[in-house]
């Protein structure tokens, strides 16, 4: 009886191999052949994030329900995988009889205890996707989570049977610390020696051969991630988060960008063959909560579709479905535009980084989509109207806007505000910005940052009209080429300047000379202004005169200086400090902070459908009941004041930059000086 077990055994391991192979098989090979990607360096700093994100379940346990169910899962499998070697071997070899011996005992009381604890995991995972049913399901396929929920409850089932036949044919000596299959073994203390037997080998070939058709099967589900989560998350950038955009090669690239399947780097495929449509990018998405044609996760799938088609070579699928039609039929060559993903999915997008925040695998959706933008434009041209206006004033007067460079410093007018070319051993380069400099619902922030840092002392000097736009809305909007060419005319004016040290009122600014210019011979101590301010806060270089009386103020989090570059307490900082100030908290903040619509270009672009990103930020803030919403960007101050005044909220919410708030506490004078009388009755 032993040797037919035994070769039973060995046939039913080499079937599943062959066909888990056949399976997974095109998939590696494909990854073999895919574009390369270096992710391989410090090992230290990788093993550590397995510890945190993959043994800690970090992000999946910021949503308590659904993230303890994983977590229970997760570890009961992890433990439970040596009783199922122990159930091969009992099937290959004599029984080894580890449950009559009792230094066994503690273990066998863990394999019991997590079998249970796997039931419960399953029992609530049940609950939240076909009772609770939250949104981030929205799009994933149920029927294949179904399956997998099905085989994971008929894995501990078995195993429970294996040893409760055991405990009641007396085979099992620490029946007392196997508690859960004492329970089952209840249903059979009825038979006889024979029948109870007969069940304990039903128990144990049913046991390896669920498992043996799981692993079959994970091989083409989203469950795949069970197999790629641990490398995914070991080969994970280790780029600082803001520096999320590879330089391209525009001279010997032979494309520009992604748009086909055979473009992808192994990285990238490795991120598709991981997604585990749990939908926590979907949920925190703006554009997805407000309306538009983009959910990270869809993406992510649609993608990976595609991918799996391509590596198998089967019939590719129909494509990415709105409102029941579908957008054209698969290209045969494995393109990727206006099939698996659609253009104004891509145009969607505000790079906020909420997806790849939350994604518990640590999947990297913003590069991709912003690899395909730049093959849109640099292969095809395509791109909305308005940005490419925007990207042609860049490209002809070194700003977004259509304004003359001339017009770069008619914020500072009244102010003594010093140049660089006059004071060329100033600490500090201030970096005003495009959307400061040429925006004068901004010009107050420039003007409050300019007050306080001479009231504190601190030397500083700018470019004046020298200063040209660093290129980020050319990279965001996928002109990697325009990008290019503003950084090295920027680079060569910092050079010449010498420049070390540079104070950044915008985020975008602030994330794109600190993290990107790197890449372009930049290399400079970038601070943003909320972060120097609370710096001469704690220096005592900063004393507030006046307060703001009794003020509510919430703060919204820029996703470029908060998500991207992980400064959250330094504005909040100053505010607390200031006398008389509630600071209050959104709904979302913080890393969960929602975007205020501005970002990837966005504010280059009209929104056209669902509800503006904005508006829906500025209902969040007023939700608060908080009289003013602080910000620190030029590009959120922007969104705010539009979103206040289109919903007629004035009377109840205004909005102010952080540096504002605090001139006015300090009592400094940073306002224009009244326009002349003859100017004002005309």
Wanted: proline share 6%; glycine share 8%.
């Amino acid at each position: 009886m032993i040797w037919l077990n035994s070769a039973a055994l060995v046939v039913l391991v080499a079937v599943t191999g062959v066909l888990f192979w056949r399976r997974i098989g095109p998939l590696v090979r494909s990854m073999r052949r895919a574009q390369p990607e270096a992710r391989l360096d410090h090992p230290g700093r990788r093993v550590s994030g397995i510890l945190v994100f993959v043994l800690g379940q970090k992000r999946l346990l910021r949503w308590p329900f659904s993230g303890v169910a994983h977590f229970l899962i997760f570890w009961g499998f992890v433990i439970l995988n040596l009783e199922i070697l122990q159930a091969g071997l009992e099937a290959l070899v004599p029984p080894l009889n580890l449950d009559q011996q009792y230094w066994w005992g503690p273990f066998a009381f863990l394999q019991d205890l997590l079998a249970a604890a796997v039931l419960l995991g399953l029992a609530l995972a049940a609950v939240n996707r076909y009772v609770l049913r939250p949104r981030r399901f929205q799009g994933s396929h149920q029927r294949d989570a179904t399956v997998i929920l099905l085989l994971i409850a008929a894995v501990i089932t078995t195993q429970l049977g294996i040893y409760g036949t055991l405990i009641a044919a007396g085979a099992d000596r620490v029946v007392n610390l196997r508690p859960f299959s004492d329970a089952v073994a209840a249903l059979f203390r009825g038979f006889h020696g024979e029948s109870i037997w007969a069940w304990h080998e039903f128990f144990l070939w049913a046991h390896l051969l669920v498992v043996a058709g799981f692993l079959v099967y994970l091989a083409r589900s989203k469950h795949l991630h069970i197999l790629t989560a641990l490398p995914n998350v070991y080969l994970r950038s280790l780029e600082p988060a803001g520096r999320h955009l590879p330089k391209l090669d525009i001279e010997h690239a032979d494309h520009y960008g992604l748009a086909r399947i055979d473009q992808l780097t192994w990285k990238q495929e490795l991120d598709l063959a991981t997604c585990t449509e749990c939908g926590r990018c979907q949920v925190h998405c703006p554009a997805f909560n407000t309306g538009k044609p983009l959910s990270p996760k869809l993406f992510i799938t649609d993608l990976r579709d595609a991918w799996y088609a391509n590596a198998r070579g089967e019939p590719p699928p129909r494509g990415y479905w709105t409102e029941g039609e579908p957008h054209g039929e698969p290209p045969p060559d494995g393109g990727l535009m206006d099939w698996s993903v659609l253009e104004e999915t891509l145009w969607s997008c505000t790079t906020c980084g909420a997806c790849v925040e939350q994604c518990p695998v640590l999947i990297e959706h913003v590069p991709a989509i912003v690899e395909m933008r730049r093959s849109l434009v640099l292969e095809e041209s395509r791109m909305p109207k308005e940005a490419q206006r925007a990207l042609e004033s860049l490209e002809q007067r070194g700003n977004p806007y259509s304004m003359a460079q001339s017009a770069r410093m008619r914020w500072a007018e009244g102010l003594d505000v010093p140049r660089l070319a006059d004071n060329p051993g100033a600490e500090y380069l201030y970096w005003v910005g495009c959307a400061t400099a040429f925006d004068e619902a901004n010009w107050p922030a420039a003007r409050a940052t300019v007050a306080i840092l001479k009231a504190a002392g601190v030397s500083f000097a700018v470019l004046g009209e020298e200063e040209t736009c660093n290129g980020d809305p050319a990279r965001r909007l996928g002109n990697e080429y325009l990008f290019q060419t503003q950084a090295e005319q920027v680079v060569a004016k910092l050079k010449q300047g010498g420049v070390r040290r540079i104070i950044a009122s915008c985020p975008h600014c602030f994330n794109t000379l600190a993290r990107e210019y790197p890449d372009m011979g930049g290399e400079y101590e970038v601070i943003h202004h909320t972060q120097l301010l609370s710096q001469l806060l704690d220096q005592g270089r900063i004393h507030f005169e006046r307060g703001l009386g009794e003020s509510r103020i919430t703060y919204h989090d820029p996703c470029y200086l908060g998500r991207w570059n992980k400064e959250y307490d330094a504005p909040r900082h100053l505010l607390a400090a200031i006398p008389g100030v509630e600071l209050l908290e959104m709904a979302r903040s913080r890393g969960e902070s929602m975007c205020c619509g501005a970002g990837g270009g966005r504010i280059f672009m009209e929104e056209t459908k669902g509800q503006r990103v904005n508006r829906v930020r500025v209902q969040q803030a007023e939700a608060t009941g908080a009289d003013r919403a602080a910000v620190a960007c030029p590009f959120c101050a922007t969104m705010f004041q539009e979103g206040i005044s289109s919903q007629a909220l004035g009377d109840r919410l205004g909005s102010a930059d952080v540096a504002v708030l605090v001139a006015e506490a300090m009592g400094l004078d940073y306002l224009p000086p009244p326009a002349p009388a003859e100017v004002v009755q005309a």
